[in-house]
């Protein structure tokens, strides 16, 4: 019998990073939901944050600020990050935490339904090098779509929480959801536009570039 999962195994080679530790107390203690990207996975992005060099990151739900400021450790030098979230409320407290972090002059907040915003940076004409998805699952596919509308040459898109904690893998799990999270994983795996992998730990990671 296994001690550990990979998960659990992988996470006790790292010493826990107290200012995400903190963000993800204060998420708790504000009521929000507890649904930041798994730390390892955040770790992922500033990895491939970094190793792409960007500089224009689109992040599609900013809950409490966990994810934006993983994405910002990565980031390059002058870069930006445009963050859409729902509520205003969600945005101050991310706001403060990327604050908090370093990087409160490098982040744009944009508040609203999410597809609402993405028609108007279209209308500006904007693109970028980096999409993290972490938003309405039922619209995963629809932001995906945007995703590769407004991406530079090479651009690297990934999309979390593809399993939706095992409903996505129930066939007796059929809810609006569900069924937009498996086109979504469907696009990603058979678009022609994109080179893709899905990443099965914690709780599924989508991994795309755009050709």
Not at 74 to 83: D, V
């Amino acid at each position: 019998m296994l001690d550990q999962n990979q998960e659990q195994y992988s996470e006790q080679l790292y010493t826990e990073d107290e200012l995400l530790l903190k963000v993800t107390r204060k998420i708790a203690e504000s009521g929000m939901p507890e649904v930041s990207i798994a730390p390892g996975y955040g770790r992922l992005l500033t990895l491939l944050v970094s190793l792409s060099r960007s500089s224009r990151i689109l992040e599609i739900g900013a809950l409490g600020g966990y994810s934006g400021i993983c994405l910002c450790r990565g980031m390059a030098p002058g870069g930006k990050l445009t963050s859409l979230e729902l509520k205003a409320e969600y945005a101050r407290l991310a706001g403060r935490h990327l604050e908090l972090a370093g990087y409160g002059d490098a982040v744009e907040y944009r508040i609203g339904p999410a597809l609402d915003s993405l028609r108007v940076l279209e209308a500006e004409g904007r693109s970028f090098d980096f999409f993290f998805i972490d938003a309405d699952k039922e619209n995963y596919p629809n932001y995906l779509e945007y995703a590769i509308k407004l991406a530079s040459p090479g651009a690297v898109i990934a999309g979390d929480n593809i399993f939706l904690r095992g409903r996505t893998l129930n066939r007796e799990k059929n809810g609006p959801a569900v069924q937009a999270m498996r086109r979504f994983n469907e696009m990603i795996a058979t678009d022609d536009r994109l080179t893709s992998t899905l990443l099965p730990a914690y709780d599924g990671l989508a991994l795309a570039v755009v050709k």
